[in-house]
């Protein structure tokens, strides 16, 4: 696996960064975190973005909480996890609570409710657009591109389209995934 | 609001522990079990303040996991916000990276790689559900459905500042379009 191209100064950066990513995550903050994490700041690969997010989905916690806390202890430990969560967390908190108290004044103008239902499509088209661009990663997978790419859709079709518990995917179909990769592996 | 005495603030903090641990694949999978609890059997808030505290954390920035900071503070007020949330975090926070450090010490072995490799394809594929699931209650609006592709097209073909296209659709959809 190739290296990133560079790396945080301090947690500082990580507190700085993770603060502004976080504040752009409109209607979900994974797509920013690609595209700041690895298009902007080159802190990490695409393979390395999508191994730290494979871990964080497979374990309980909000996913960009996990991908935070790793992101951060990868370089600086304990402070730098803790610099990355209170950056994902304390500004986005501050609007989140404001805006809770400002909403029952505003929650019935339509124009705002058709405000939310176009930030709300274009967060569903980002997490999409996203997808693809992780896409050729599979093409490098020791699963071959394949294999791997009916197992993501497997995925898709499972917990978008039927609607199963994403846990029991995640073991039936994650469990089958790694023994193939296990015996493919010399 | 609610007052709550001193079993009741254990008693939330004990649940949201729990929570934490069921949370795989996010802490939005928890929204029912945390609804049976506050509204259901406390009592805390009616079933239309949950989901709006639901929808309400989805429309602002920052990860979804806010959500519980508006439920908690919808029971409590800002102690109810900060019970619930380091509740809901410290458990699978302190798992996240123990498994991280875990493994990063065994990728170069056998096991190592092949957990790696065979999560990828699972992780894009949940990424695409999570489109898809976003995307669903857009059905009956074309206007929604033509935003939803013309924002994943542009953000995959082109290095984008997500936040662009974000306004756009906070713009078309404020004129009606979606």
Redesign the interface.
């Known amino acids: 696996m190739s290296d990133a191209e560079r790396a945080p100064a301090s947690p500082r950066e990580l507190f700085v960064v993770f603060t502004r990513l976080?504040?752009?995550?409109?209607?979900?903050?994974?797509?920013?975190a690609q595209?700041v994490l690895v298009?902007r700041e080159r802190w990490l690969t695409n393979e390395q973005f999508?191994?730290?997010?494979?871990?964080?989905?497979?374990?309980?916690?909000?996913?960009?909480?996990?991908l935070a806390?790793?992101v951060g202890?990868r370089w600086f430990g304990?402070r730098g996890?803790l610099a990355a969560?209170a950056g994902?967390?304390l500004?986005?908190?501050a609007?989140?609570?404001a805006?809770?108290a400002l909403?029952a004044q505003f929650?019935s103008v339509?124009?705002?409710a058709?405000?939310?239902?176009?930030?709300?499509?274009?967060?569903?088209?980002?997490?999409?657009?996203?997808?693809?661009?992780?896409?050729p990663?599979?093409g490098r997978?020791?699963?071959g591109r394949w294999p791997?790419?009916?197992?993501?859709?497997?995925?898709?079709a499972?917990?978008?389209?039927l609607?199963w518990?994403?846990?029991w995917?995640?073991l039936a179909?994650?469990g089958a995934?790694?023994?193939?990769?296990?015996a493919r592996?010399? | 609001m609610n007052t709550l005495t001193a079993a009741d603030w254990l008693g939330l903090f004990g649940h949201f522990l729990m929570l934490?641990?069921?949370?795989?694949?996010?802490?939005i999978?928890t929204a029912p079990e945390m609804q049976r609890y506050v509204v259901g059997q406390q009592g805390w808030m009616s079933d239309e303040q949950f989901t709006?505290?639901v929808?309400?954390?989805?429309?602002?920035?920052?990860?979804?996991?806010?959500f519980v900071?508006?439920v908690g503070?919808?029971v409590a007020g800002?102690l109810g916000?900060l019970v619930t949330?380091v509740g809901i975090?410290i458990?699978?926070?302190t798992?996240?990276?123990a498994?991280?450090?875990w493994?990063h010490a065994r990728r170069a072995s056998?096991?190592g790689?092949?957990?790696?490799?065979?999560?990828?394809?699972?992780?894009?594929?949940?990424?695409?559900?999570?489109?898809?699931?976003?995307?669903a209650?857009?059905q009956g609006?074309p206007g929604?459905?033509a935003?939803?592709?013309?924002?994943?097209?542009?953000?995959?073909r082109w290095?984008q500042?997500?936040?662009w296209?974000?306004s756009?659709?906070?713009?078309?959809?404020?004129?009606?379009?979606?």
């Not at chain 2, 756009?168 to 979606?178: N, T």
């Open positions: 976080a504040l752009m995550g409109f209607g979900g903050v994974l797509p920013i595209h298009e999508i191994e730290l997010l494979s871990l964080g989905q497979v374990l309980p916690g909000p996913n960009v909480v996990n806390l790793m202890d304990w996890a969560l994902m967390l500004a986005p908190l609007v989140v609570i805006l809770a909403y929650a339509p124009a705002v058709g405000a939310l239902r176009g930030m709300g499509a274009v967060a569903a088209g980002l997490v999409l657009a996203m997808a693809f661009k992780l896409m990663a599979l997978n020791p699963l791997s790419m009916l197992v993501a859709l497997a995925a898709a499972a917990v978008g389209g609607r518990p994403a846990a995917v995640m179909l994650g995934s790694v023994a193939l990769a296990w592996l010399r | 934490s641990m069921l949370s795989i694949g996010g802490a999978t709006a505290s929808a309400l954390a989805q429309a602002a920035p920052g990860p979804n996991v806010l900071a508006v503070y919808n800002l916000m949330m975090l458990p699978s926070s798992l996240a990276l498994a991280m450090r493994s056998r096991g790689r092949a957990v790696v490799a065979g999560l990828a394809p699972l992780t894009i594929g949940l990424l695409l559900a999570t489109g898809w699931v976003l995307a209650p857009l609006a929604a459905i935003l939803v592709l013309a924002s994943a097209f542009v953000m995959w290095r500042n997500p936040l296209l974000i756009a659709g906070a713009l078309v959809g404020a004129l009606g379009g979606a």
